[in-house]
C-alpha cells in the first residue's frame, strides 16, 4: 500500500488543523492506520492509532482529547483532527500502516510497515 499525508501548515496555538491520509495500491487485507509525529531535532514518537474497523484506537498522552482519529474505508482514507493545537505539536506528521492490525497496547514504530512522505505541521505561539 502506499500512503500519501496532507492538511499540514501552519496555525496559531489554539487553532485546528485535520490531516488527511490518503491508501491506494494494495488496501486488502485489512490495515490498521497510525499517525507518527517526529518534532525538529528529537526522535519520532507514537500519536494515534485505529484498526480497520476503528473498534480499537489508542492515543499519546499528550494529544487525548485534543486529537481525534478516524478512517473512511470506502475510499481508503484516515484522517487526524487536530484541536487546541499547541507549539509543542510542532513537528513533520507521518502516517502509516500494518496488516497485521493492533495489538492490545500502544504500537511501536516497527509494527508499521507503510509510511507515508510526511506533513509539516507548526504551530506558532
Known amino acids: 500500500v502506499q500512503l500519501q499525508a496532507s492538511g499540514g501548515g501552519l496555525v496559531q496555538a489554539g487553532g485546528s488543523l485535520r490531516l488527511s491520509c490518503a491508501a491506494s495500491g494494495r488496501t486488502s487485507p485489512n490495515y490498521a492506520l497510525a499517525w507518527f509525529r517526529q518534532p525538529p531535532g528529537k526522535e519520532r514518537e507514537f500519536v494515534s492509532a485505529?484498526?480497520?474497523?476503528?473498534?480499537?484506537?489508542f492515543y499519546a498522552d499528550s494529544v487525548k482529547g485534543r486529537f481525534t482519529i478516524s478512517r473512511d474505508n470506502a475510499i481508503h482514507t484516515g484522517y487526524l483532527q487536530m484541536n487546541s493545537l499547541k507549539p509543542e505539536d510542532t513537528a513533520a506528521y507521518y502516517c502509516a500502516a500494518s496488516y497485521y492490525g493492533l495489538g492490545p497496547a500502544i504500537p511501536d514504530s516497527d509494527e508499521f510497515d507503510y509510511w507515508g512522505q510526511g506533513t509539516q505541521v507548526t504551530v506558532s505561539s
Open positions: 485505529i484498526s480497520w474497523a476503528g473498534s480499537l484506537i
